[in-house]
């Protein structure tokens, strides 16, 4: 049986860099392994969390608080900050629209191939009252102009994504 790195590179014809998103990805693939646990989503992503909070612990990986941010906006999904003196914007996100976390550092990695110049780097983790979030960061980019959607649906097709409704892709 061929480990999800492993599928993630044949699919997408590269090799992926060894990187705290990789690392906790394999980690939680090694585990699922070892002790499989029963299929149902929500049980999954607690019991991944589980896991996740010995590889946090093992490699001092939490945040006390953000220090470094300033905090610009929120959204279903993520929490956004601004490191300006870095010009870094990070992210907190508690996989909410994920099944697992081992699917989200997934899309971390699938999205590190598809758009190298917007790449994810995991920072470590915070807990915010009981919530175990990812804090991941991006280099900022400074807008040139407007988005324009059209632009972004070409860019979007070129990349092999077709629309799904309105502007979600897959």
């Not at 093992?58 to 470094?68: P, R």
């Not at 996100?93 to 110049?117: C, G, K, R």
Request: aromatic share 16%; glycine share 2%.
């Amino acid at each position: 049986m061929s480990s999800g790195l492993e599928r993630i590179k044949v699919r997408f014809g590269c090799e992926i860099d060894e990187n705290l998103i990789s690392k906790a990805y394999t980690f939680l693939q090694s585990k699922a392994l070892a002790e499989p646990i029963v299929q149902d989503s929500y049980m999954e992503k607690e019991q991944e969390a589980q896991w996740l909070l010995t590889f946090i612990e093992a490699n001092d990986l939490y945040f006390d608080e953000l220090k470094f941010s300033v905090y610009l906006d929120e959204g279903a999904e993520q929490k956004v900050f601004f490191d300006e003196e870095n010009a870094k914007v990070y992210k907190l996100n508690d996989v909410i629209f994920y099944v697992n976390w081992t699917q989200y550092f997934e899309s971390l990695l699938i999205h590190n191939i598809l758009f190298s110049e917007t790449k994810y780097e995991l920072s470590g983790f915070m807990s915010i009252n009981n919530i175990l979030y990812s804090v991941i960061q991006q280099d900022y980019i400074r807008p040139t102009e407007k988005t324009k959607i059209e632009k972004v649906r070409e860019f979007m097709y070129s990349k092999g994504f077709v629309t799904k409704k309105k502007n979600d892709r897959i």
